[in-house]
């Protein structure tokens, strides 16, 4: 049981290129959330699927799109990556049942460090 | 809106000192509430949670309990380890937009033999 797995775990970027962080799950969850994490600011929500078929933005969706390939599978993708871009990104997911979903813990993939020059 | 605040770090302590991190919130209603740990080149874990008012998570020796009257969730072990260095993130997932976690800007802990 492998949890959540994110690839790469480390990528380099020249401004105006574009790359796809993928992300997985083997937890059968049915939500999966993109973040990113910048020094001083904790986490925050790019992202999130709260089910297979359905995306919707976070607190900073700009500069990115996702796309849920299937109850697995929750990518991020930068269209035109520029330097407020470099940050470390991380995958979640959550089983997501009910009305109580609020109580529910999210699991962290290991984490993307994006580095845009 | 939702909101976490975290007592500032970096924090350094001995071997077997006590350890408080503050953490307070705003949020409406009941939100849950959670600790992480980050160890250093890894994702984060959850450490602990509770998800109502006079709960207490507990958990490795960690403990936080969950205070309406003072939106608090601080994070307390009595005799830290060298291996509790980490960093530590208190977050609240609220009803509304419970679909997101809220985070605090995280204490960072160093733990002296």
């Known amino acids: 049981n492998a949890g959540v797995t994110q690839t790469p775990k480390f990528q380099v970027l020249k401004t105006g290129q574009s790359m796809t962080l993928q992300c997985a799950q083997d937890?059968?969850?049915?939500?999966m959330y993109w973040y990113r994490q910048d020094p001083g600011m904790g986490l925050r929500l790019i992202y999130y699927?709260?089910?297979?078929?359905?995306?919707d933005k976070g607190e900073v969706p700009n500069g990115y799109n996702v796309s849920r390939l299937n109850k697995r599978e929750f990518s991020l993708r930068l269209e035109s990556a520029a330097p407020s871009q470099t940050s470390v990104y991380f995958c979640?997911?959550?089983?997501?049942?009910?009305?109580?979903?609020?109580?529910?813990?999210?699991?962290f993939g290991p984490g993307t460090r994006l580095l845009v020059l | 809106g939702d909101s976490v605040t975290q007592m500032e770090g970096p924090v350094t302590l001995s071997e077997e000192a006590f350890l408080t991190i503050n953490c307070t919130y705003t949020a409406t209603g009941y939100p849950s509430l959670f600790w992480y740990v980050q160890y250093p080149g890894e994702g984060l874990q959850l450490l602990l949670k509770?998800?109502?008012?006079?709960d207490k998570g507990s958990n490795k020796g960690f403990e936080a309990t969950y205070r309406k009257e003072t939106t608090s969730f601080h994070l307390e072990k009595g005799s830290v380890q060298v291996s509790d260095s980490a960093v530590y993130f208190c977050?609240?997932?609220?009803?509304?937009?419970?679909?997101?976690?809220?985070f605090g800007q995280g204490t960072r802990l160093t733990i002296n033999p």
């Open positions: 699927s709260a089910s297979e078929g359905t995306t």
């Open positions: 937890m059968n969850h049915n939500s």
């Open positions: 979640a997911s959550s089983e997501a049942l009910g009305r109580a979903r609020y109580q529910e813990t999210q699991y």
């Open positions: 509770a998800t109502k008012a006079d």
């Open positions: 977050a609240l997932r609220g009803l509304q937009g419970a679909q997101k976690l809220v």
